[in-house]
């Protein structure tokens, strides 16, 4: 069983930049494709980038293609996500989680699993 611990979120004024990571407990943490999803309140879980086990497939939403960039190193099991030129409407939890099954690049919320508590990440205008 995978866990998954995120960190690295606070708040910054627009334009600014975070980087996210996501720590995972496990043997088997290399082998996993991992999103990113947020959840900003009073909507639902969106996606916001994916990565395949060995960092060569990525996959964005169109609102943040761009401008974030998703990674990962193996051999510390942690997967990264970059946040540049942040905007207001990028306020939101930010979770990470497993690929669990279907197609990596859909995004689809269902499709991962093992999620982790979230992180804030606060955007000011």
Known sequence: QVQLVES???LVQAGGSLRLSCAASGRTFSSHNMGWFRQAPGKEREFV???SWNGGSTYYADSVKGRFTISRTNAKNTVYLQMN???PEDTAVYYCA???EGQLG???TRDFGSWGQGTQVTVSS
């Open 106 to 108: 859909a995004g689809i």
């Open 8 to 10: 690295g979120g606070g």
């Open 85 to 87: 030129s942040l905007k």
């Open 98 to 100: 497993r690929h669990l």
């Open 49 to 51: 980038a994916a990565i």
